[in-house]
């Protein structure tokens, strides 16, 4: 049989732990690199509230007293949605039966409501009032066809 050196003993035990990862730290290089990228998100949109008129106008007469318009609002969105104010409009008169009645015989004072308020997501939030309607009297005209009238308001919200 053959007898190894000491010497060739040694030598063959450290190149083994070498070659097994035993006979010290291993090395380890990397290099860093810079770089650039890009990405991007979007917003959502909100839909549409609605004014609510929650004041009850009624028997408005030629020269009577005017009557103020308030009230609310239905936010659908689920976050809250601003609004700097409210404009009401006479949108139509509606007449009973063949009688003839329209806008000039009435008068909106204050039609545009300041608001400036964010208005909570549901129904009935927030709150608008100031604008007023009065039934004009036309001293030298028969208003008798105004008679239970209904005055058609429109509101805008900005």
Do not use: H
């Amino acid at each position: 049989m053959r007898k190894f050196s000491k010497r060739k003993v040694a030598a063959t035990i450290a190149i083994t732990a070498i070659l097994i990862g035993g006979g010290g730290a291993a090395a380890i290089a990397y290099w860093d690199a810079g770089g650039t990228g890009t990405g991007s998100a979007t917003t959502g949109t909100n839909a549409a509230i609605t004014a609510i008129q929650t004041s009850t106008i009624t028997n408005l007469v030629p020269g009577g007293a005017a009557q103020t318009l308030s009230g609310n609002f239905n936010n659908g969105n689920t976050t809250p949605t601003w609004v700097t104010s409210v404009t009401v409009s006479i949108a139509s008169v509606t007449p009973v039966g063949a009688n003839v009645c329209d806008a000039t015989n009435y008068t909106l004072a204050n039609a545009t409501m300041a608001v400036g308020a964010e208005i909570a997501p549901g129904s009935a939030k927030g709150a608008w009032t100031g604008a007023t309607i009065v039934f004009n009297d036309k001293a030298s005209t028969n208003q008798d066809g105004c008679k239970g009238a209904t005055v058609n308001l429109a509101y805008v919200i900005s």
